[in-house]
């Protein structure tokens, strides 16, 4: 799976496939090789458009979920992309949920899989620590139901983040702007459909926080798997992506 990142401006991405837009939006320690399954499988019917979130580029002051909003809704405007089914994991659907908040003009449908933005647990009051890389593979493998899903290249992309001590803080300041920024009081505004997609093994945003999500947001349907951690995506690509069919089918143009 080798992509092509393109450059329009300030901006890179991978743009594959034609049709509505699906966009996705990944995680604190998210990367490509997280939506592999998700790329191939749906560039077949749509346009999958996947922004490279500035997490660890942006000056402090804007390393914040609402500076990552601002940048994805530049992103947008700057390629005029409409109808877009908009899909975050993690912090990016934390980031998904501010824009359609605040922007939602664009916006046909959200998808939410393992987002933070009511409740989660982060990796640790001691986290991050840095040069044990043993220590990091224990942290990563929590993310998953399965452990070995932690590969050697996964571990070693996360402990290369945690040695620099530069990325350490703005992974900091993106972690606690993520806690102090709740929507708890703001979902109900949410009228597109939403799709949620969790883990029913989820321990970073355990199952009631879906159930918390499908509660407070009014046209939404909520989807668990078994045996799924944080990335059900990455873990459980196939039972996501037929989810994700029967979502789409549904709420984009009849084909």
Do not use: D, F, T, Y
């Given at each position: 799976m080798d992509y092509s990142i393109q450059q329009d401006g300030k901006f890179k991405f991978i743009e594959e496939g034609e049709g509505e837009v699906l966009m996705l939006l990944h995680g604190l320690f998210g990367a490509l090789s997280n939506f592999k399954d998700l790329i191939e499988h749906f560039k077949k019917t749509h346009k999958v458009v996947v922004p490279m979130l500035p997490l660890l580029e942006m000056d402090l002051l804007h390393t914040s979920v609402g500076g990552l909003q601002k940048f994805v809704n530049k992103f947008i405007e700057h390629r005029n992309y409409t109808g877009i089914h908009l899909l975050g994991n993690s912090l990016g659907g934390h980031v998904g949920l501010v824009h359609v908040l605040k922007k939602p003009e664009r916006i046909k449908s959200l998808i939410l899989t393992g987002s933070s933005g009511l409740f989660e647990n982060g990796m640790g009051d001691s986290y991050p620590k840095r040069g044990d890389k043993e220590y990091i593979r224990n942290k990563t493998a929590l993310t998953f139901y399965d452990p070995a899903m932690a590969t050697d290249e996964l571990v070693d992309e996360v402990f290369e983040i945690t040695n620099n001590r530069?990325?350490?803080?703005?992974?900091?300041?993106?972690?606690?702007?993520?806690?102090?920024?709740?929507?708890?009081?703001?979902?109900?505004?949410?009228?597109?459909p939403t799709c949620l997609i969790w883990g029913k093994n989820d321990t970073i945003t355990p199952p009631f926080v879906g159930e918390e999500f499908h509660k407070l947001i009014p046209n939404s349907e909520l989807h668990f798997i078994d045996?799924?951690?944080?990335?059900?995506?990455?873990?459980?690509?196939h039972e996501f992506n037929r989810i994700l069919d029967g979502f789409l089918l549904k709420v984009g143009q009849p084909v």
């Open positions: 530069l990325k350490v803080i703005k992974i900091i300041a993106l972690a606690k702007s993520a806690i102090r920024n709740n929507l708890g009081e703001e979902l109900n505004q949410i009228k597109i045996k799924c951690g944080h990335a059900p995506m990455m873990e459980v690509p």
